[in-house]
């Protein structure tokens, strides 16, 4: 029997070539010190080509950083928590928060982010917007609709969605970026997020 032939994938177009080359350069070197020059030379096309697709360097970061963004956001799918638990529904949100923001971390995405921010302000608000902020909306409408529900006590969902990810968070993100401690293990991270949960829970229960 002829085994099936799998096609093979599009090789990255120029412009993907482009952006490629200068995410590797931004967030290696820096935004001052990459030129254009040099992103042409990475991704093995002409500076030509690099102006034809973005008009000057600011323009090729904001697309880049946003897309890297976008790419770290990632999807927190509230439809697939309809079934679960109050519980279960916030351990799994606070699971996808938590490694989201630990790989921004990992891939210095947040570092770059923080050290461009002043000169790209539009660029903090979109790291925000794509990834941190995401996850607390995210959590926001899942305690507003278990609220009207009537699953759980929550008074004030936008609120409590911002400590519950502020909590999480706060437990490993400025320790690895002031370097006095490391990633956290994936145990570590679900033990943690058992505790925040379980807390979270138990002040519910006491209002009732």
Do not use: N
């Not at 990459?34 to 030379?41: F, Q, R, W």
């Amino acid at each position: 029997m002829a085994r099936p032939v799998r096609a093979r994938a599009a090789p990255p177009t120029k412009r993907e070539r482009v952006v490629t080359a200068a995410a590797r350069l931004f967030l290696e070197e820096g935004y001052g010190a990459t030129g254009m020059d040099a992103i042409a030379k990475e991704a093995d096309v002409s500076k030509a080509t690099v102006y034809s697709y973005y008009a000057d360097k600011a323009t090729l970061f904001a697309d880049v950083m946003a897309r890297m963004c976008e790419e770290i956001g990632g999807p927190a799918r509230l439809e697939d928590l309809s079934e679960a638990s109050p519980d279960e529904a916030l351990r799994a949100l606070l699971l996808h928060g938590v490694h989201r923001v630990l790989e921004a971390v990992r891939r210095q995405i947040f570092q770059r982010v923080m050290a461009e921010a002043r000169e790209f302000p539009e660029l903090g608000r979109r790291f925000w917007e794509t990834g941190p902020g995401r996850i607390e909306a995210a959590l926001a409408r899942y305690l507003a609709d278990v609220k009207r529900r009537r699953r759980l006590d929550v008074d004030d969902p936008d609120r409590a969605a911002a400590r519950l990810a502020g909590q999480i968070t706060g437990l490993y993100l400025v320790p690895m970026l002031a370097g006095v401690r490391t990633p956290p293990s994936e145990a570590e991270i679900r033990r943690d997020v058992d505790d925040i949960v379980a807390g979270f829970m138990a002040s519910r229960e006491r209002k009732r």
